[in-house]
């Protein structure tokens, strides 16, 4: 793989957090400048949500043809690809007045930044070894979502408007590259061996259940909570503290999820982390006007909802060999971007059928899924295991 130690194991886990950091920054403040340069250009709600959906394909796209072009060409020069890419799309795209030049913009700068995150992923868990995996995987949680909590911040400093603040985060998507390149290795790769995704699939299909679950509860939280919680009474500002509460608890809980893991065993967390999401979904109707419950509630949600990635990415690290760690990783992303395509379609449904609590009728529903499979195989682990 193309990969070099620098100094130190620990100097190298320290430069990924670096990247990851900077990459969550560029997805915290891009999401926000496209929405609102897309509704300055006459886009309507429907449109917008078209155009980030091309922002999806473009992960897909990563997620299908980078373990190939890594084995063909190597990480460095895809590093220098992606940059490029990444950072001259968000120069571009408040110098363009074009909506098909939005679309291709949208979806170049998707690929770049796609590239940086599989790549940081799959490195992590190759620095990695099953007594600290899930500590260094909590930690990229944290440094992922902590930067994607401070991009919109940065907006709001810099407002929407003019070159400014696409500049800034095309610099923050060219800072996160540059420690990947320091760990890149210049060699050229050798050979190049074919690996077919479905049969990783069926190496550990649970893992990739576990992130299309992933996708599917963190992505309809994201997009349906606030109109829930504005349909239960909450005022607009009420709301968004609401959804900053979920994403506090993503950020701060993943660590201690991480040691966890380390501590107790991956079992154990996974099962924390549906039991939690469940106790959550059932008391959300009654805690929804009561500010004091409601706070606390969703700090603990999103920290469970969050821990369902972190915990498939340090089992896909305990599975895999270093070898097939891209294309495992890449199908890993795939998994949790359908789930993210799926929820909030099929959660908008239930809340058009049941106004009230449609929400939380349909994640809870998923979550009993998800624990009956995950029941479901357990039970089926402890029947292979020969007895003594």
Known sequence: MSLKIYKSERAAIGLVLVAVGGVGIVVGMSLPLLTLLLERGGFGASLIGINSATGSLGILAVGLFSARILGRHGAYGAIIVAMMLGAGSLIALPLVNHVAGWFILRFLLAIGVGFLWLLSESWLNMLSDDQNRGRIIGLYAVAFSSGFAIGPLIVAATGSQGLLPFAIVAAAMICSALPMLILADRAAPQGHQVIRMTGLFWLAPFVFIVGFAGGLFEMTAYTLLPIYTLSEGLSETASLYALSAFSAGGIGLQYPLGRLADFAGRQALLMLNTTGILACLVALPYAITESV??????????????????????????????????????????????????GPALSGGAMDLWPDHGFVRFL????????????????RRRSVIPKN
């Open 293 to 342: 419950l409601l706070i606390p509630l969703l700090f603990v949600w999103g920290g469970m909802v969050f821990g369902l990635y972190t915990t498939g990415l340090i089992m896909l690290g305990d599975k895999f060999r270093a070898g097939d760690l891209v294309a495992a990783n890449a199908l890993f992303i795939i998994s949790f971007e359908s789930g993210a395509v799926f």
């Open 364 to 379: 809870l529903a998923m979550a009993v899924l998800l624990m009956a499979t995950i029941l479901y195989r357990n039970v």
